[in-house]
């Protein structure tokens, strides 16, 4: 099994390669070209720093322990992360009471959670109050119903 | 400096600035107390709020908050063994102990007490000490302060720890990465942007703070949940506090390991990179040297030394920390880099023009450190038992509300639902990287500096008529990059010459 330090060191190296390769196509104007230091000079420094570093871990790594993983509850993130996206997709047309409130309840039950109340009092009021503060005391303003019920 | 202390106090003995610092001792607290969640993500969450403020109430709050989560941490390193940041684990060595042998309360006002004297010494060492480097600092030019930031980064990298130093220049290397994300401010150009013009701005270091430190901390609280026992374990040390007094003999055992370990503690967090994990492990190492050898056998069983030293140094540590920030205007940990973040989106630029510029920011920051350490003492040491109840929220509950609170604490500030979708992505790769044990500060610091470095070694470039020859030909930045390439390579030798020389030793003994 490949061990935690070479698994993130194979990581790492592909992210710089890609990161080195797209340096590659950062457009520099006619009168930089010939400069000591160019929009692109860091980006390809780091590159080549990063790849070094990853060859470093992966040839010499710290520990040969295999990532532990065992036991946990992949599906409960990945849920999670679902419904974060749904959130970044639903709070402006469902403005933000009903988004708020949908995406602390959907969390609580993929989290086990399933008294009612809890959920119901854990998630409105709170959502109400927040948007009372931010609006009313703190001055940012933000939509709090969907579009179908805005004028 | 008595005219600037006045400044201070007349900024920060305001009402409103007052209730900011009690705010944020308070907030702190709360956070600092849940695990998993650190000073970063406490920070971090209060930014969006504080974005309205003026400058020097919005620093006052996030000081407050600085030490609460501090505190916070340290309370549940006691109660349920579970640090919340890296600076209070020393604390659950002998802290642990101490509540499990039913003196919870007294272990929690030792902590409290410990972290006030470390951090009130700390705060009128910072008063001496930062005007004075700020003065001197004012002679630096674009090259020492590249060799600054490199000092920095190659700093946080060497004390990350034994089979660490290459991942956390990894980290740091690709906090400098994301940092080169959006338009290049010199030179007018678009890098890495993928062509979207969500990306056009860059990625801001609030979203990528939250991201990698209370998103991807909350998603991980998900991804290994606690036992039974566990969570037994820990209802029942915050149901049986026991008392909270100390006796006379206990504060004569206490008041040299507090004085001892202030000292160190400023100075080891003044270092760049070294932070209160550092300052609270020397402490305690210390502490167990100096002890003789029938306390330091109590050590790890309960010591009162072993617990007074960690927390006082971590506490003069985070005042220490403050002297790179607020003279040089570079961080010298994750939460200061936040901080700094937050200085330059309020449009204060910090460093040696900040004490001329602002000096009412520069020494409210100061003064209100001591009265955040008075509010914590007389504030939340009573409060204790009380605030300990967050510890009972079930963590059904409480990691929707961490995952909204870091989601719209971005959104607040773009209006964008990109950010959103780009916090899910950054969090995701948190996870992973802290599932292969990668550290994450250096990153953010890594992100923070970034920008600046480049800058600071273009115009240095410029004024050297692009000539590189600045490296070595200018005493002082030739001195800073020497000194940071001695931290750097000091840790590999080090362990190779050690081995050399008991060799040595050892042939010489077979030898005599």
Known sequence: MVSRDRLGALLMLAFSLGYGVLSFRIPLLAFQAEAAFTARSMPQALALLGAVLSLILLIKPGSTAGPQVAGFRWGGVALLCVLMVLYGLSVRPAGFLISTSLFLMGGFVVLGERRIWLILAASVPMVVFFWVLMTQFLGVFIEPWPEFLRR | ?512
């Not at chain 2, 390193?77 to 007294?106: C, E, Q, W």
């Not at chain 2, 540590?317 to 994750?334: E, K, M, Q, R, Y």
């Not at chain 2, 940071?484 to 362990?495: E, G, R």
């Open chain 2, 1 to 512: 400096m008595l005219d600037g202390i006045l400044i201070g106090l007349s900024t920060a003995i305001t009402p409103i600035n007052i209730l900011m610092v009690m705010a944020g001792c308070l907030v702190g607290t709360f956070i600092g107390m849940l695990p998993g969640l650190g000073p970063i993500s406490a920070i971090a969450l209060m930014i969006p709020i504080t974005y309205g403020f003026d400058p020097a109430s919005g620093m006052i709050l996030m000081a407050g908050v600085y030490y609460g989560a501090i505190f916070g941490g340290s309370t549940s390193s006691i109660l349920i063994n579970a640090p919340g940041v890296a600076g209070t684990v020393a604390t659950a060595f002998d802290g642990y102990p101490m509540a499990r042998a039913g003196h919870a309360g007294k272990a929690l006002a030792i902590a409290a007490y410990a972290s006030f004297s470390g951090g009130s010494i700390a705060a009128v060492f910072l008063l001496i000490a930062a005007p004075s480097l700020a003065v001197v600092s004012l002679a630096f030019q674009s090259t020492d302060y590249f060799a600054l930031m490199v000092l920095g980064l190659t700093a946080v990298a060497a004390f990350a720890g034994k089979g660490q130093i290459v991942k956390a220049l990894m980290m740091t290397v690709l906090g400098l990465m994301i940092s080169t994300v959006g338009t290049d401010q010199t030179q007018g150009v678009q890098r890495f942007t993928l062509g979207t013009m969500d990306l056009i701005d860059g990625v801001s270091f609030l979203l990528l703070a939250m991201a990698t430190f209370a998103l991807s901390e909350a998603l991980m609280a998900v991804l290994k949940p606690k036992s039974a026992a566990d969570i037994a374990r820990e209802r029942d040390a915050q149901s049986n506090l026991g008392s909270m007094k100390l006796s006379k003999a206990e504060v004569r055992e206490m008041a040299p390991v507090v004085g001892r370990s202030s000292v160190l503690g400023f100075f080891i967090g003044v270092l760049p990179g070294a932070g209160a994990t550092i300052a609270s492990f020397l402490a305690y190492g210390m502490e167990q040297r100096l002890a003789g050898p029938k306390k330091a056998a109590e050590f790890g069983k309960g010591s009162i030394r072993g617990l007074a030293a960690p927390e006082t140094a971590n506490n003069a540590a985070c005042s220490g920390s403050f002297v790179p920030l607020l003279t040089l205007g570079i961080p010298g940990s994750g939460t200061t880099a936040i901080m700094l973040g937050a200085l330059l989106s309020y449009g204060v630029q910090p460093g040696p023009r900040l004490f001329l510029d602002n000096p009412e920011v520069f020494w409210s920051v100061i003064v209100s450190m001591y009265i955040g350490n008075v509010v914590l003492l007389i504030l939340n040491l009573p409060l204790i038992p009380y605030i300990a109840r967050i510890l009972a929220l079930p963590p059904t509950v409480l990691i929707p509300m961490i995952l909204f609170f870091s989601l719209i604490g971005v959104y607040f500030v773009s209006f964008n639902t990109f950010d959103i979708h780009l916090m899910v992505i950054f969090a995701v790769a948190a996870v992973v990287l802290r599932l292969l044990e990668f550290p994450m500060a250096p990153m953010l610091l890594g992100f923070i500096l970034g920008g600046m470095m480049e800058e600071n070694l273009r115009r240095a470039l410029i004024i050297n008529n692009d000539s590189w020859s600045f490296l070595w030909e200018r005493p002082l930045t030739f001195a800073i990059l020497s000194i940071a390439a001695l931290i750097l390579v000091a840790p590999m030798i080090a362990p190779r010459i050690a081995r050399v020389l008991a060799r040595r030793r050892e042939a010489a003994g077979e030898g005599g």
